[in-house]
C-alpha cells in the first residue's frame, strides 16, 4: 500500500506536459507502482481530451492531408520503444530493481554503467544525466541500518523509494513512495534494518548539510553532466 | 463511449489500426488536424508552419500507434492528446538549445497511454468523461484560464504563476478546485503533503 503521492499539481504538470525531464521521471517511476495516480493521470488526460474536442479549429493547409497520406508507408524510424523493452539494462543494478525505472531510464542505462560512488560508510550515489543542468537526477543508497547525513534544502527535493524502505522523523517510506521535500525542511533519513534502500532523486538544487561545513555536503556537485 | 453525435472517431480509429484505413485515416486528419492546430496555436511558441508540421507528426504517429489503441481504455479524442502533447514535448525539447541529448530520449517512454485497464477503470474513465464534459463550461474563468495555460501551453503550475503574476499556492488551489467541479478524484492522501515553497 502506497501512502505518500504526488500533490495534485505535480500530477496535473505531468499530464499536461509542463516538466522537465528529471522531476517527469521521477513521476512516471511513482507510476509504475500506483494505480491510484495513474488513474487520477487517465483523468486529467481525458480532461486534456476534452480541451482539445472543444477547442477552436484552425484551418490547415490545403495539401496538408495529401502530404501527410504519401508519407504513411516510409518505414518506421529505428530505435523505437519497442527494442527498449526487450533488452535488460547491462548496468549493476539487480534485474528487479531496473524493471522499477521507467523504459526512458532503461534506455539510458544500456549506454552507461551506473558509476556508484561512495559518500560515507553507509550512503552511495549514482548520478544520472538527462541532459539537464536545472535539475540532479540520481539514485541514492543506503545500506541497511544505515544514515544519511542530517541536510535540509535549498531547493526541492523528491524522491521515489525504489527498493527496502528508510524512514525520517515523519515516518517511515516503503516501495513506491513519493515525498516532496521543500526548501528549509529538514531531515534525517535511515535505512531500515534488514535491508539497503534504494531511491530515486531529484535535486532542483544542490542541498546542504545542517551543521558542517558546506565543502562537506556529500550531495552536492556530483555533476551529473 | 457513447458520443453524442457526429462520426464515432473511436471506431474509425479502431478501423486505422485494424486495417491500416486510409479513408478513416483521412477522416480522422479532417477533424482531429484543425483541432490540433488550433490547440498547439492557442499554447502559443509556435509558428502556423510549426503548427502544421507537428500536427502532421503527430497523425503519423497515430498511424504507426493505432493497432495498439483500445477503445476501452481511453476515447479517440484523449488518445490523441497524449500522442499530441508528447509529439509538443519532443519538438520542444530538440528545439530547446540546452538539450544535448536529443536522440535518446522520447516522451512517450515516459507516459504509459497503453496501460492495462480494468472494466471498472474504464467504467471510471466513462464517467469521467462525461463528468467533464457537463461542467466544463461552467468553470469560473480564472479556474479555466489556470487549466488553458497548462493544457495549451503545457506550462507548470510555477511557470502559470509567474505568467498570471500570482502565487503558487492561488494556481494549485485554482486547479483543486477546478478538479473538483469537474468531479476528478486525484490522490486521496497526496494534498496532505503538500508544502507551499515559500
Known amino acids: 500500500m502506497i ?54 479549429q484552425a484551418e490547415l493547409s490545403d495539401d496538408l492531408l495529401a502530404q501527410t497520406l504519401a508519407m504513411l508507408d516510409a518505414p518506421e524510424p529505428e530505435g523505437t520503444v519497442a527494442e527498449a523493452a526487450v ?13 522499477q525505472l521507467p523504459k526512458y531510464l532503461h534506455k539510458f542505462l544500456n549506454h552507461q554503467e551506473l558509476d556508484w560512488r561512495s559518500l560515507s560508510s553507509t550512503l552511495s550515489v549514482a548520478a544520472i544525466s538527462v541532459g539537464e543542468t536545472d535539475y540532479e537526477l540520481a539514485l541514492h543508497r543506503i545500506d541497511a541500518g544505515g544514515k544519511a547525513p542530517v541536510h535540509d ?38 535505512a531500515t534494518q534488514d535491508q539497503a534502500c534504494i531511491c530515486l532523486s531529484v535535486l532542483s538544487a544542490p542541498i546542504k548539510l545542517t551543521g558542517i561545513k558546506q565543502v562537506l555536503n556529500p550531495f552536492m556537485r556530483f555533476n551529473p553532466s | 463511449m457513447n458520443k453524442p453525435s457526429g462520426p464515432d472517431w473511436n471506431a474509425l480509429l479502431v478501423k486505422v489500426g485494424s486495417h491500416q484505413d486510409k ?24 509558428e502556423p508552419e510549426q503548427a502544421e508540421e507537428l500536427v502532421q507528426e503527430t497523425m503519423i504517429k497515430v498511424w ?18 497524449t500522442i499530441a502533447r508528447n509529439t509538443r514535448i519532443d519538438w520542444l525539447r530538440k528545439h530547446a538549445k540546452k538539450n544535448h541529448q536529443t536522440d535518446e530520449l522520447v516522451a512517450e517512454d515516459l507516459f504509459d497511454e497503453n496501460e492495462e485497464s480494468s472494466p471498472f477503470t474504464a467504467l471510471i474513465q466513462t464517467r469521467n468523461a462525461s463528468n467533464i464534459r457537463e461542467h466544463l463550461n461552467s468553470l469560473p474563468q480564472e479556474q479555466l484560464q489556470v487549466l488553458t495555460l497548462m ?11 509567474d505568467e498570471l503574476a500570482i502565487p503558487l499556492g492561488t494556481v494549485k488551489s485554482r486547479v483543486r478546485l477546478a478538479l473538483q467541479k469537474l468531479k476528478l478524484k486525484i490522490t486521496p492522501d497526496g494534498e496532505e503533503q503538500v508544502v507551499y515553497a515559500s
Not at chain 1, 507510476?31 to 493521470?41: G, H, M, S
Not at chain 1, 534544502?153 to 513519493?178: A, P
Not at chain 2, 485515416?25 to 509556435?46: D, I, N, Q, R, T
Open chain 1, 87 to 99: 533488452s535488460a539494462p547491462r548496468s549493476n543494478l539487480c534485474p528487479d530493481l531496473a524493471n
Open chain 1, 3 to 56: 501512502n505518500n503521492h504526488p500533490n495534485t499539481q505535480l500530477l496535473a504538470d505531468y499530464a499536461t506536459g509542463g516538466l522537465s525531464m528529471a522531476p517527469l521521471i521521477s513521476i512516471a517511476t511513482h507510476l509504475q507502482f500506483c494505480d491510484q495516480c495513474r488513474e487520477a493521470v487517465s483523468g486529467l488526460n481525458i480532461l486534456g481530451g476534452e480541451l482539445l474536442s472543444e477547442c477552436d
Open chain 2, 64 to 81: 504507426r500507434k493505432a493497432p495498439s489503441y483500445a477503445p476501452t481504455q481511453a476515447a479517440a479524442s484523449t488518445w490523441m492528446y
Open chain 2, 151 to 161: 493544457y495549451f501551453q503545457g506550462k507548470s503550475g510555477q511557470e502559470v504563476a
Open chain 2, 23 to 46: 479513408a478513416a485515416f483521412g477522416a480522422l486528419f479532417s477533424h482531429f488536424g484543425p483541432l490540433l492546430k488550433g490547440f498547439l496555436l492557442k499554447g502559443g511558441g509556435v
Open chain 1, 153 to 190: 534544502h535549498k531547493g526541492t527535493e523528491l524522491t521515489v523509494v525504489l527498493k527496502g524502505s528508510f524512514s525520517d522523523e515523519d515516518g517511515i517510506y516503503r516501495e513506491g513512495d513519493f515525498l516532496m521535500r521543500e526548501p528549509g525542511d529538514v531531515h534525517r533519513p535511515s
